[in-house]
C-alpha cells in the first residue's frame, strides 16, 4: 500500500495563477482532509470530505477550491495564487471503522507564490 | 471554535532525562486528543492519542495525561533518546464517527542533546 500520495511534491507559481494539488488515498478510507502548515502556526484546516460526495469548510477555505472526485481523490484548487499562500500543504484520510479515525498524513507539497 | 495553546515552543533535554508537553483546549465538548511528531522534512505521524473517557494512556516511553475539568493534556517522554528530537503537535476534535475536525497547537520543537 502506497498510503497517501500527493502531486507535485514541489511548486512555483506566479501571482494570480492557477493550479490544482491532487491527493489520493488507497487505504479505502471515508474521510480525507486538506492542510496548510505555516511557520510557527502548526496544521490548519482547510477543507476536509467526511466521505464522497460531501465537502466541508475547515478553518482557512478563502482562496481555495476542492474536489472530492471519488472515494480515493480529494483534490485542492488555488484559482488565483497569491503570496499569502505560500505554504506546505498536506493532505490527510482517516477511516472511523479501519483506523479509529486516526489520520493518515501524504508527504506534502511545497507551494511557493511569488 | 476550537483553540488548542501549546508550550513550551521549544524544549532541550538532556538524553536520558524526561521531557514533558503541555497542551490547553477551549472547547469543552472536545472528546479526542491526539498527538503528532513530525521530523524536519516529513510528514506528521500519530505517536500516540487519548479519548476523554480515559484520563492516561502508556505506550512504551510515550505517555499522555488528560485533565478535562482543567481542559489540559500532556505529552511525557522518559528516558529520552536522540531520534526522539523531532517537532511534537497536539490536537484536539469533537469525535464525529468519521469526521474528525482536528485543531492542532502551534508545535514544540524537541532537542536531545547526547
Known amino acids: ?114 | 471554535g476550537e483553540n488548542v495553546e501549546q508550550h513550551p515552543s521549544t524544549l532541550s533535554v538532556q538524553e536520558g532525562d524526561s521531557a514533558v508537553i503541555k497542551c490547553t483546549y477551549s472547547d469543552s465538548a472536545s472528546n479526542y486528543f491526539p498527538w503528532y511528531k513530525q521530523e524536519l522534512g516529513k510528514r506528521p505521524q500519530l505517536i500516540i492519542d487519548i479519548r476523554s473517557n480515559v484520563g492516561e494512556k502508556k505506550d512504551q516511553r510515550i505517555a499522555v495525561t488528560l485533565n478535562k475539568t482543567a481542559k489540559h493534556f500532556s505529552l511525557h517522554i522518559t528516558e529520552t533518546q536522540p531520534e526522539d528530537s523531532a517537532v511534537y503537535f497536539c490536537a484536539a476534535s469533537i469525535s464525529n464517527f468519521g469526521n474528525e475536525k482536528l485543531t492542532f497547537g502551534t508545535g514544540t520543537r524537541l532537542t536531545i542533546i547526547p
Open chain 1, 1 to 114: 500500500n502506497a498510503g497517501v500520495t500527493q502531486t507535485p511534491k514541489f511548486q512555483v507559481l506566479k501571482t494570480g495563477q492557477s493550479m490544482t494539488l491532487q491527493c489520493a488515498q488507497d487505504m479505502n478510507h471515508n474521510s480525507m482532509y486538506w492542510y496548510r502548515q505555516d511557520p510557527g502556526m502548526g496544521l490548519r484546516l482547510i477543507y476536509y470530505s467526511a466521505s464522497e460526495g460531501t465537502t466541508d469548510k475547515g478553518e482557512v477555505p478563502n482562496g481555495y477550491n476542492v474536489s472530492r472526485l471519488n472515494k480515493r481523490e480529494f483534490s485542492l484548487r488555488l484559482e488565483s495564487a497569491a503570496p499569502s499562500q505560500t505554504s506546505v500543504y498536506f493532505c490527510a484520510s482517516s477511516d472511523w471503522e479501519s483506523s479509529y479515525n486516526e489520520q493518515f498524513f501524504g508527504p506534502g507539497t511545497r507551494l511557493t507564490v511569488l
